[in-house]
Nanobody
């Protein structure tokens, strides 16, 4: 198993930046594909970005492509989401997730989840 803890959320003005972190503990971190998802009030959980075990391949939702960057540091068992040019529609609780095979954009294919961190973008 792996335990995930997100941090780095907060309140930011539109156009600003935030960097989310996801710290992992437990089994071999580098064995997992990782993803970021978000959920706004009254909306379904949606895919944001995913990265493969090595960090060599990454995938993004169209809504964040060109603004967000996903990365990982296997030596430190950490994953990051650099969020730039934030918009009010990016406001949500952001979750990191892990699965033991290939990256996926489907939240129900992930096995492990963090507790989430709130990101609020004011316009």
């Amino acid at each position: 198993q792996v335990q995930l803890v997100e941090s780095g959320g907060g309140l930011v003005q539109a156009g600003g930046s935030l960097r989310l972190s996801c710290a992992a503990s437990g089994r071999t971190f580098s064995a997992y594909a990782l993803g970021w998802f978000r959920q706004a009030p009254g909306k379904e959980r949606e895919f944001v970005a995913a990265i493969n075990w090595s960090g060599g391949s990454s995938y993004y939702a169209d809504s964040v492509k060109g603004r967000f960057i996903i990365s990982r540091d296997n030596a430190k068992s950490m994953m990051f989401l650099q969020m730039n040019s934030l918009k009010s529609e990016d406001t949500a609780v952001y979750y990191c997730a892990a699965r033991g095979t290939l990256p996926s954009g489907l939240w129900h294919e992930y096995d492990y989840w963090g507790q989430g961190t709130q990101v609020t973008v004011s316009s």
